[in-house]
């Protein structure tokens, strides 16, 4: 089992879709197995996506992500992270295949509804940034 960080971003959370999203992942065959609200400072989402500071989005995307209540969740599933980026769909909503969360959910390129880990190494930081181990269960 591998073990992925999911982000419904503030565009969910303002619509009150966190229940239709999580149908679809678990519909997908992911397991969510931690799952926290909170809502981002600034200086948190600026840490969270330090990764991306050199970008021409950074600011634009902090701001947003602390813009509202996110909700934060750890997934599991047999290769977790390709699958979930599947679920997602393309980062642009406008080029998401029809029934991912993208296509369905987003807004737009920057309300794009959901984030997920692109790799085995920054899934890992990325769930402690937010997760202890005594929080996911299985």
Known sequence: ????????????????LTGAVNEKI????LRIIA?????LSLEEAQKFYAVHKERSFFNDLCSFMSSGPVV????????????????????NPAN???GTLRHEFAES???????GSDSLENAAKEI??????????G
Do not use: C, W
Request: proline share 2%; net charge negative; glycine share 4%.
């Open 109 to 115: 390129i920057e309300a794009n509804s959901v984030h």
């Open 1 to 16: 089992m591998e073990r992925t960080l999911s982000i419904l971003k503030p565009d969910i959370t303002r619509r009150n």
């Open 72 to 91: 934060v969740q750890v997934l599991e599933s047999d290769n977790a992270i390709e699958h979930y980026r599947k679920v997602m769909g393309a980062t």
């Open 35 to 39: 799952q926290k609200r909170l809502h």
């Open 26 to 29: 678990e519909k997908n065959g």
């Open 96 to 98: 998401a295949d029809e």
């Open 128 to 137: 402690a940034f937010f997760f202890s181990e005594i929080e996911m269960v």
